[in-house]
């Protein structure tokens, strides 16, 4: 693994010029509570898996998608992913397959926002394993990062400040939506321009 390429896949999903990353990674949390960190777990990891396969393809210039539309589908997935949220039935998630293929397939799109900048690191790379590999990995672990502050949050406003789960739920969903949501008008603009 490249140590680089770590660090860069942390920073860049921390970063808050790229929010957008963050976001669907907290309305992917929104729903889940400490004891559910395993489920969590594999949601993330989902979400790298999916990103993986697009940076991998796209690095190896497989696949080239318009950044405009990109720009547009990922927000357009935190949205679906909230609202999902928003209108799930029960507090705790059910089933995991729903959650899992959102991750799965949004961290596909997600991956292919990530492209143009990994392409731009990797150059004229003729071995690009270890450059992926690192940078993933450090893209999981900033993920994680990610998890974690939302589960400590979650915990102090559900078990310390005594809120339902369920409106907590719905107030992290709700404003995630919202923001994804002037994402998603930003993005509608830019592709009829």
């Known amino acids: 693994m490249d140590l680089m390429y770590f660090e860069l896949g ?4 921390l970063n808050w010029e790229g929010y957008d990353h963050i976001l669907f990674v907290i309305a992917l949390s929104a729903v889940y509570v400490v004891n559910e960190w395993k489920k969590l777990l594999v949601l993330v990891t989902a979400f790298t898996i999916g990103h993986s396969i697009t940076l991998a393809l796209s690095a190896l210039h ?8 990109v720009e547009f ?3 357009v997935t935190i949205c679906i992913t ?4 928003i209108f799930r039935r029960s507090e705790a998630p059910q ?3 729903l959650n899992y293929f959102y991750a799965l397939f949004f961290g596909l799109i997600h991956g292919l926002g990530f492209s143009n900048y990994l392409k731009s690191l990797l150059g004229s790379q003729a071995n690009i394993v270890k450059p992926l590999l690192g940078f993933n990995i450090g ?3 900033g993920q994680l990062l990610i998890v974690g502050v939302v589960m400590l949050i979650s915990a102090i406003i559900v ?16 404003a995630t ?4 949501f002037l994402m998603v008008i930003q993005g509608v603009r830019e592709l009829l321009t």
């Open 73 to 75: 589908l990922i927000p």
């Open 10 to 13: 942390w920073q860049h999903i």
């Open 62 to 69: 497989i696949i080239k998608v318009s950044s405009s539309l």
């Open 139 to 141: 893209l999981e672990f």
């Open 159 to 174: 078990n310390i400040g005594r809120v339902s789960r369920r409106d907590w739920n719905m107030f992290l969903s709700s």
């Open 82 to 85: 909230a609202l999902s949220n």
């Open 95 to 97: 089933h995991l397959q």
């Open 177 to 180: 939506f919202g923001v994804a």
